[in-house]
């Protein structure tokens, strides 16, 4: 299957620093990428929409200052958590969408622990 | 109401046994459904995909969609161990439109 991947896979940051996870689409060109965070033993909870070239669409609740996210090319997107807080300390998913078809493929996440 | 609803579990079954996971929703307008599989602290993996109603089966796994009722369902054959993980249930109208997802059910299969 598609593949994408995910960097880094742990970090670990102290409070007020900021964090850049990247989402790379190895095989295909995503026109859009989707950023989760999740929770221990709940589902996936959606931060924002990322198209190539356009500005993200947060969803409600999630602060656009806080996460900060690029889709500089069509195989690359970027979510930035500045000034991060021990609460932000979590499970970051993300996912893209080739730009034939409907598949939806995720990265193999991201564990952030601010300390 | 949630537009999708799974059932949780925990799941424990023996192995060989066959699983049968299943979703509702309430979303007319879903036409694509995924059944993700996910082991603890990993992303989800796809596991299946079908469009609108009907059954696709892939190895151990078939995945059926009755739209009429807005059912969707999971079945593994010979279930092992290693497939002990969490089954999430995914779906959306199509186009690259967001994902909506099950809570996920936890499933455990013992030796």
């Known amino acids: 299957g598609a593949v994408v991947s995910q960097h880094p896979s742990r970090v670990i940051c102290k409070s007020g620093t900021s964090v850049k996870i990247e989402c790379r689409s190895l095989?295909?060109?995503?026109?859009?990428m989707f950023w989760y965070r999740q929770f221990p033993k709940q589902s996936l909870m959606l931060m924002a929409t990322s198209n190539e070239g356009s500005k993200a669409t947060y969803e409600q609740g999630v602060e656009k200052d806080k996460f900060l996210i690029n889709h500089a090319s069509l195989t690359l997107s970027t979510l930035t958590v500045t000034s991060a807080h021990p609460e932000d300390s979590s499970f970051y998913i993300c996912s893209a969408h080739p730009e034939t078809g409907n598949t939806i493929y995720f990265g193999e996440g991201s564990w952030l622990t601010v300390v | 109401q949630k537009e999708v609803e799974q059932d949780p579990g925990p799941l424990s079954v023996p192995e060989g046994a066959i699983v049968s996971l299943n979703c509702t929703y309430s979303n007319s307008a879903f036409q694509y459904f995924m059944w993700y599989r996910q082991y603890s602290r990993k992303g989800p993996e796809l596991l299946m995909y079908t469009y609108s109603s009907g059954n696709k089966e892939d190895g151990r796994f078939t995945a059926q969609v009755d739209k009429s009722s807005k059912y969707i369902s999971l079945f593994i054959r010979d279930s092992q161990p290693s497939d002990s993980a969490t089954y999430l249930c995914a779906m959306n109208p199509g186009g690259g439109n967001k994902l909506t997802f099950g809570t996920g059910t936890q499933l455990k299969v013992e030796l």
């Open positions: 095989d295909f060109q995503a026109t859009t």
